[in-house]
């Protein structure tokens, strides 16, 4: 059964990359959202086994998009992932604060990485980092 998928991120552009790359890998893209409002609204409706957010959302943070997730939603920590082209360094003690599963490099975004960080992590409260160690 293909990996429940639902992305958010404020470029249509990534959104677009994003599906293809991870239909193409045997995900479900169950919906998708450009700002952490209609995140809200349309998560719970949709249920996906994991939910990849981008830490900048223009004038939104994806990291408080993730902590309201864990308090206004029942999504489960572990099936969220913080996307972002900055490098993991730059961020690693917000991703380490964060009620997330892992950081995912959007470089390094693939359905392997995806399944690999929800098979290992999913459902641990372990410090996070990203699918390859931090190197």
Do not use: W
Not at 74 to 99: F, G, H, M, N, Q
């Amino acid at each position: 059964m293909a990996l429940r998928c639902f992305i958010v991120d404020d470029s249509s552009h990534f959104l677009d990359a994003a599906q293809s790359l991870l239909e193409r890998e045997g995900f479900a893209l169950v919906g998708v959202a450009s700002t952490p409002a209609e995140a809200l609204r349309r998560v719970e409706d949709v249920k996906p086994d994991v939910v990849l957010i981008d830490v900048d959302l223009g004038n939104e943070s994806g990291f408080d998009l993730a902590r309201r997730f864990q308090s206004e939603t029942s999504l489960d920590r572990s099936k969220v992932i913080l996307i972002s082209t900055y490098a993991e360094e730059d961020l690693r003690d917000l991703i380490t604060a964060a009620p997330v599963a892992a950081f995912l490099s959007k470089s390094r975004l693939s359905g392997h990485a995806i399944r690999q960080i929800l098979g290992e992590r999913g459902g641990s409260n372990a410090p996070r980092g990203s699918e390859d160690g931090g190197q």
